[in-house]
């Protein structure tokens, strides 16, 4: 069993910055992918960004590459997000997610247990 824990969301004006973490406990952190997902009010789950085992790989959805950066901390179990240059459309719930491998991409069915979510507003 993984457990899943997000945390850092709230609200930030357009343009502005906010970091998200994802405490991650039970199986060995080190071994797989992560990834960051996000749904808004009325739409699908989407993929924000996924991150080797080990951090050497990265993969971005379009709509956020070049503001967010995602990173890990192996050595504390935890995930983080940075979120710069934030727009409104970046408005949604946020999960974190554990891959089933080493690495991964967008799809969802690639991560095998998700956190409950943390909600960022994005302010006009």
């Known amino acids: 069993q993984v457990q899943l824990v997000e945390s850092g969301g709230g609200l930030v004006q357009a343009g502005g910055s906010l970091r998200l973490s994802c405490a991650a406990s039970?199986?060995?952190?080190?071994?797989?992918?992560m990834g960051w997902f996000r749904q808004a009010p009325g739409k699908e789950r989407e993929f924000v960004a996924a991150?080797?085992?080990?951090?050497?790989?990265?993969y971005y959805a379009d709509s956020v590459k070049g503001r967010f950066t995602i990173s890990r901390d192996n050595a504390k179990n935890t995930l983080y997000l940075k979120m710069n240059n934030s727009k409104p459309e970046d408005t949604a719930v946020y999960y974190c997610?554990?891959?089933?491998?080493?690495?991964?991409?967008?799809?969802?069915?690639?991560?095998?247990?998700w956190g409950q979510g943390t909600q960022v507003t994005v302010s006009s």
């Open positions: 997610a554990k891959a089933r491998g080493s690495y991964s991409g967008s799809p969802p069915r690639e991560y095998d247990y």
């Open positions: 039970g199986r060995a952190f080190s071994t797989y992918a």
């Open positions: 991150i080797s085992w080990n951090g050497g790989s990265t």
